[in-house]
């Protein structure tokens, strides 16, 4: 009587191997895209301003969009290029260990939260003293929509 022939099974590595590679190739061909807007987060600019002008004066609230300028700011298209001007330095607080004239600037206190080119933005921005205030400059009176003396 003949041998029997045994028939060989292909491994299933291959296939499964096959299926991983796929199932990969499509998720990552996903990634790095904003459903929203097609734009890379890195781009985004989106800043609420709050500013009190003076001692006891009620806060004042602007929204801020770049890249096309918007929001609710009196002149977004100004303050954007005056942001881009000072660029993302501006946002980190005076040195603790920065040698500051004593020269007081005003009353005029802001804030600036949101992202700057996707990036974070918590700041506080007073005129308390020179380093203070040449922080406040850089950005400007469009900026923060306050007319100096």
Not at 8 to 26: D, E, G, K
Not at 48 to 77: K, R
Not at 126 to 141: F, Q
Request: proline content about 9%; some cysteine.
């Amino acid at each position: 009587m003949p041998a029997a022939t045994r028939r060989l099974r292909p491994s299933p590595v291959p296939r499964a191997l096959l299926v991983c590679c796929v199932v990969l190739v499509a998720t990552l061909a996903g990634c790095g895209k904003d459903a929203d807007s097609g734009a890379a987060p890195s781009d985004k600019t989106a800043l609420t301003i709050t500013l009190v002008s003076d001692e006891g004066v009620d806060p004042e609230t602007y929204t801020l969009t770049c890249d096309p300028p918007g929001g609710d700011h009196p002149q977004p298209a100004e303050a954007c290029k005056a942001l881009d001007a000072a660029g993302a330095g501006v946002f980190k607080p005076v040195a603790k260990d920065q040698q500051c004239t004593l020269v007081y600037g005003g009353p005029q206190t802001a804030t600036v939260k949101g992202t700057y080119k996707g990036e974070a933005v918590d700041a506080a921005f007073k005129r308390t003293d020179g380093c203070e205030t040449d922080r406040w400059e850089k950005l400007g009176t469009t900026f923060f929509n306050l007319p100096l003396q």
